[in-house]
């Protein structure tokens, strides 16, 4: 396939310098909200769990502030798009914690997100751009064979079954995923840092660092299971997402069919239960 050896697109950017003190600002804040989440969580009981929410939503709103600053080299006028961003998830988070169907706010993120890229014309170069339909289509359907082998493979193998939680707590988990999880990760790995890496390397050495970066953050998260043998399936299926998103991206140009191949893989595994 041509995309495993194909250049960068010709119309990419140089790569950005950025701003020691916008990231600092942006970081600092970042962690202010996060550490005050963390200390009313460590006081006591905050009513509706206040505490995390806050602290979740500054984790993931900082992650799409970074990309902003990265995607846009800390150009004149970060602040604002930064803030609504942020605070977009932040009240997402808390949302999500308030009420069972809280969480559909976070379904608002991928439409600010938007929404202020397209007054940013220089981030069509990380694949901030629709896709052909053909390209989405890809991206739904091997995300949802990927959700298939993991559901077959959990409940064989490791004895998982399908959760009960209910519709609500599904769809709550799936808005998450949406405008939190999913949209973070194809935002920052496969948008920016994909981008940048593929303009100097080849496919797969700039896919791979990607994925092991992507990998990271998802090994650090808290909420995922800690049992070895679930931490071994998490570096296999998440490592396959995000290679699937790299090759997705060089394809299409767009980040669309990765996000959609993603988000397929996360619904199937909010089915699970242990």
Known sequence: MRLLSAPFEPGALAPPRGSARAYGQVAGAGALLAAAGLVLE????????IGHALASGAVHGGLLALGWLLATDAAAGWRRPVVRLGVTLVVASISSRLHPLGALAFLLAPGVLLREASREPRLRAIGLGAARPVHALVGLAVGAFLGAHLLVTASRTLGYRLQEGGLAAYLSALAYDAGANVLGAEWVFRGVVFSALWRRWTFW??????????????????ALPHASEARAGAVFYLGLVGLIGCALRAWSGSLLPGYLAALAFFAAYRMLAP
């Open 42 to 49: 460590w006081a006591g009981p905050a009513p509706f769990a």
């Open 205 to 222: 050495p700039a896919a791979l660092v990607t994925t092991a970066l992507s990998l990271l953050r998802y090994l650090l998260d808290p």
